[in-house]
Every structure is written in structure tokens, then in C-alpha cells.
């Protein structure tokens, strides 16, 4: 099996025209006439490396560039998270050719993905930040909101960067008060998902309204509401954990309220 590459110029991945992504093996990309920046290996798979390629922007008739953001709800869940790691390896490249500290070059890590000052002594890896995102509910209800970064109107989960000293729980307390201005309780964690845009972790977690009425940060924010499970807006595709927290509370509410019905018929 051949390595294959993902390759990008000015964080746009290398498409058909029809907009379908090109991983290009050692051979193709002879074939091309672009200009070489940096490559990087990215993932071992299966007996082969998955690597991505900084090339000079060209137009390439019959050929594309694509921004990351046009695959959402396309990809699958795996496929979006290895062409978010190609794009954020890049980054880190591009971000950390110098030392913050002294400003001296820094060279490659020997075996890690990393980058060091040999001045300082100091690594410099790609960035995380770990962030919360969560989806608040109330019986039957969950709370959605349209964030002004979204230009269609679509509701998702509330979410927030988790700041030095705070815990994710601490980080979603504050951020629900903020971004709405209710208090909740119960919160508990449901799964995680990196999110390439530019490099969060993002934690699930489910919390229960606990007081408060609904009070919208205007800087963040259009609209938030209640939503019932069964008359839901425009939510994020499946593929985000946005879609994935309002999915599995739509899956509980609606086996809650299914047997709470046989309980009923069988009283009856
Ligand atoms: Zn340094």
C-alpha cells in the first residue's frame, strides 16, 4: 500500500471540480506541477502513512481548493477528524517556526511532533484548546441557541474555552450564565470531539436547567430558546457533537416518553 497525502495550499484542500477530496499517492503528485513548502506524516494507517503536503497556491484546471467547513456533514465523523489534523499540523508548523521566548528559530523535534528552541530548551507542540460545549435540558425541553458566528439560522449547544485555572464543570457554569444567564445543575459528561477550527477539544457534557430565565448575551448570540425534542429547529449535522448531544437527548426523551405510555396503558 502507497502513502497517501492530503494536499493543501492556503488551508484549502486539493478537490475535483465537483468538490470531492484528492489524497494523492507518491506518483500522482509527480504529476502535478506544484511547488513544495513542507510535508508532514500525519497518521500511520494500516500499514501506511497518512501525510499532508504545504503547497504553493496554483489554479489547477479541472482542480479546486476547498475549505474544511465545506466537508462538515459530508465526512464522516473519522474522516473530518484526520483532514482536521492535516490542517492543524500545518498550523503548528506555520505558527511556531520561531521561539516566543527568544525569537530564535526553532528546528524539528527529533522523534515527536514538535518543534524546539535549542536556545531555551523548550517544545513546542500543536496547540489544543480544550473547551465545553453542552446541551442544557428541561423535561421535554432542551435550550438551543444561534450564535452570530453561524450567518443561516440554526440553533446548537452553548459553548465556551476553558480559561487557566478552571475546571470544565467550573468553565460550563460560567459560560451558561453568561451566554444566557441560567444556573444549572447535574451537569455530567457525555463524549469529545477535536474540532479543527482553529484547534479545540471540544467535552460533551449534558446539564439540567436549575433556575434563572433566559437572558442573551447580544455580543455572542442572537436568539436562545426552549425547544421540545419533537419540534426541534435547524440543528448542526450529526457529524458534530453539537447534533450529537441534541440526538441522543431526542433518543431519551422519546424512550422515556414511550414507556411512561405503556406505564399508562398498562394502569389503564
Ligand atoms: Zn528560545
Known amino acids: ?43 500511520h494507517h494500516d500499514g501506511f502513512d497518512v501525510q499532508v503536503m504545504s503547497v504553493i497556491p496554483i489554479n489547477l484546471d479541472g482542480f479546486k481548493w476547498v475549505g474544511l467547513r465545506n466537508f462538515l456533514g459530508q465526512f464522516t465523523e473519522a474522516e473530518f477528524q484526520t483532514a482536521g489534523r492535516a490542517l492543524q499540523v500545518l498550523r503548528w508548523h506555520f505558527d511556531h517556526q520561531f521561539c516566543g521566548r527568544c525569537g530564535n528559530p526553532t528546528v524539528q523535534h527529533t522523534h515527536d511532533l514538535a518543534k524546539t528552541c535549542e536556545y531555551c530548551a523548550i517544545d ?19 435550550l438551543l441557541a444561534w450564535h452570530k458566528r453561524s450567518k443561516e439560522e ?59 430565565d433566559i437572558r442573551v448575551d447580544q455580543d455572542e448570540i442572537i436568539s436562545a430558546h426552549w425547544f421540545r425534542y419533537d419540534q426541534l429547529p435547524t440543528i448542526p449535522p450529526a457529524s458534530t457533537i453539537s447534533g450529537q448531544l441534541i440526538s441522543a437527548f431526542v433518543q431519551q426523551r422519546k424512550e422515556h416518553n ?11
Open 258 to 268: 414511550s414507556y411512561n405510555n405503556n406505564v399508562a396503558k398498562t394502569i389503564i
Open 1 to 43: 500500500m502507497q502513502n497517501v497525502c492530503y494536499v493543501i495550499a492556503d488551508e484549502k484542500f486539493l478537490c475535483t471540480e465537483d468538490g470531492d477530496l484528492i489524497l494523492l499517492n507518491e506518483i500522482d503528485v509527480q504529476e502535478f506541477s506544484l511547488e513544495l513548502i513542507v510535508k508532514h506524516k500525519i497518521k
Open 124 to 142: 513546542f507542540y500543536p496547540r489544543l484548546s480544550p473547551c465545553i460545549i453542552t446541551l442544557i435540558t428541561r423535561g421535554d425541553e432542551c
Open 154 to 212: 440554526r440553533y446548537s449547544c452553548l459553548a465556551g474555552f476553558i480559561e487557566v485555572g478552571e475546571n470544565p464543570e467550573q468553565t460550563l457554569e460560567r459560560e451558561v450564565m453568561e451566554e444566557v444567564g441560567l444556573s444549572v445543575n447535574n451537569i455530567r459528561y457525555v463524549a469529545s470531539q477535536p474540532w479543527p477550527f482553529p484547534g479545540q477539544l471540544m467535552l460533551g457534557y449534558f446539564a439540567d436547567y436549575a433556575n434563572g
